[in-house]
């Protein structure tokens, strides 16, 4: 393993050995002059398999923080989706975005799950082990100007800004939705109303068109039966003539 | 002389044996480091398959849900609920109740176990056995459906009431309009009656005037 603190690797302990050994074989007389170009070379091809090691170990992390980073975003992105449909129901069950009473009860539904605070804070939480609640961690503090604070692991300080705009946009949007459904409410009030002075209007001109009609056959009847009192009287007298 | 050239070629052949050997190694180490990074892009590869397959499996939470609020079974979030959501979702995992649940792999439908784990997932957005990934995903995804339930079942439940209040108003304005027209019905066809019969008896004045 590499000493990284002071950049000394293995390839180079291994070659520092053998070309000091090397030095100190090639002053023994008769031998030094093989003995010290072999120990050399032997030091050169240790020292390369180990920087080879070195490298593989290299790749291999790379790899792990790789996968510990998307871990951590997925987190982060799972964070943002529960915003979207918490303040949803919120909104369905009559509360007016960025009201203190829905950031209460918000706050109240998401802290346990992601660990959502009043106006965009967030001390984001990371699941841990499962079966193991106690192992659950903050992995984060995000305030609501996007400065990321005691951030643990690979998690990405640029996700400050993305988590603000993000809830800041899904506050605007649960806001407009809110508004559309007090609409909707107001224009299905009004439309029961119309509703209502529509028959009350209809009902009030055909009862004026019954009592027109009424009176006009009132008034024909009255007319036939003077009609009919006058040809009586008629017949009367031409009867007693 | 002889000596000393043995001996250079004794190190010659070493530093040939060195070079090669060093070679070899480097070579390896390319090949291990290009597998390495094969191995990589396939795990990524199974890590996104997994994720997807457990957002569809997340879904089926919503679908199913909805259909026990469209019989009109249960209110999302009551005891009932969860038990009868169990059930509807025993095809593709164990569910636990508020989102904890062992997944099944998909699998054709076959004799009884034959369902192959996928993974255990909690509420909390844990996992064992499948990739730490797909944990926070399930988690989100099922707490979003429950949550996207209550909308749906409390959409409904406004609708309902719109429905009966609109329901109520059209009766009660259709139910005065009807006794309206009832009467001016019986109105009219009262005096058009009494017209007749009033004409019918000037005719016949006339007609017995006519012949005295």
Redesign the interface.
Known sequence: MADNRLGITNESKVTLAANTAATVASFIPGAG??LG??IS??G??IG??FK?QD??KK??RE?DQ??AK??SQ??F???I??L???M??MV??GLKPNTPEFEEVLEQKLYP?IGYKKDCNIEL?N???????ET?FKQAFINNSGIVTNAVGSFDLNNGPLWVKACKEIKTSALQHWAEQQQADIL?QKS?EQ??ED??R??IT??L??GG??IL??G??IR??K??RA??L??KE??NA | MHK?FG?AA??AL??V??SL??VG??V??AI??DA??QE?QK??EN?DSA?EYTMYIASKVFSSGRKIIDLGQARPGTATFERLLQKELSPYMIYKGLCNADIYFPTNQGALGTKKLFG???R?????MAY??T???W???C??AL??L??YY??GQKDRA?FE??EE??V???G??LA??FG?GV??LA??M??LT??R??VS??Q??AE?
């Open positions: 002059l093989v170009p072999l070379i032997a050169g091809v390369n398999f080879n490298q593989i790749i291999k790899m790789q996968l998307r871990y997925t987190v992105g799972s964070a989706e529960r979207v449909s918490a949803e129901q369905e069950l799950e939480w699941p841990g082990i499962p079966g193991r609640p659950r299905f029961l509703e209502r028959a009350k209809k009902t055909y009862l068109m019954v009609a009424a056959l009132s024909f009847i036939q039966k009609k009919l040809i009586k008629k017949i031409s009867k | 000393n001996q004794g190190v070493a530093s044996v060195g050997i060093n190694s480097n390896w180490t291990k480091a390495l990074a990589f795990k990524i890590i994720k255990s997932f909690t909390e957005g844990g996992v064992s730490p990934e944990g926070p995903v988690a989100a995804k707490k979003n949550d996207d209550d909308v409390i959409s719109k209040r609109a108003v059209m009660g304005t259709g005065l309009s309206a027209k001016g109105l009219i005096l058009l009494m017209a009033t004409q008896r000037v004045k006339l017995a005037k005295s």
